[in-house]
C-alpha cells in the first residue's frame, strides 16, 4: 500500500499561482505513475497530470498545458505540481494518486491510481 499526502492548496486570484505537494510513502515497489486529478463540484473527475517515477515522463491534460508543470524530488518522495495563470475553471479539489504501474500509459494515464491522497482545495478568484 501506499500513502499519500497533498499540500499547498489555498486561495488565489485569477492569474495567480500556487504549488501543490504529494508526498507519497514507501511502498511495496519501487516505481510508480503518480497522477494528479482534480474534480469540482458537480463536475466529472478530471486527469490533470501524470508523472513516471521510472520513465520520468511526463502528461498533462489539454486544459493545463503550458500552465501547469509536474516535477519529482525523488529524495523527498514528493512530486509538485506547479500551476501557473490559474484561472476560475482550476478550482477544484486536487488529489494525487499511485498507480502500482511504473509508467503513465500514453492515452489513458487519466484513468490510472491505485491509492490516493484525501485531496486539497484549490479556490481561484476572479
Known amino acids: 500500500e501506499v500513502q499519500l499526502v497533498e499540500s499547498g492548496g489555498g486561495l488565489v486570484e485569477e492569474g495567480g499561482s500556487l504549488r501543490l505537494a504529494c508526498t507519497y510513502s514507501e511502498g511495496i515497489f519501487d516505481s510508480y505513475a503518480i497522477v494528479w486529478f482534480r474534480q469540482a463540484p458537480g463536475k466529472e473527475r478530471e486527469g490533470v497530470s501524470c508523472?513516471?517515477?521510472?520513465?520520468?515522463?511526463?502528461y498533462y491534460a489539454d486544459s493545463v498545458k503550458g500552465r501547469f508543470t509536474i516535477a519529482s524530488d525523488d529524495a523527498k518522495r514528493t512530486v509538485f505540481l506547479q500551476m501557473n495563470d490559474l484561472k476560475p475553471e482550476d478550482a477544484a479539489v486536487y488529489f494525487c494518486?499511485?498507480?502500482?504501474?511504473?509508467?503513465?500509459?500514453?492515452?489513458?494515464?487519466?484513468?490510472?491510481?491505485?491509492?490516493w491522497g484525501q485531496g486539497t482545495q484549490v479556490t481561484v478568484s476572479s
Open positions: 494518486a499511485a498507480d502500482l504501474s511504473p509508467f503513465c500509459h500514453s492515452g489513458s494515464w487519466h484513468t490510472q491510481g491505485h491509492y
Open positions: 508523472f513516471s517515477t521510472l520513465g520520468r515522463t511526463t
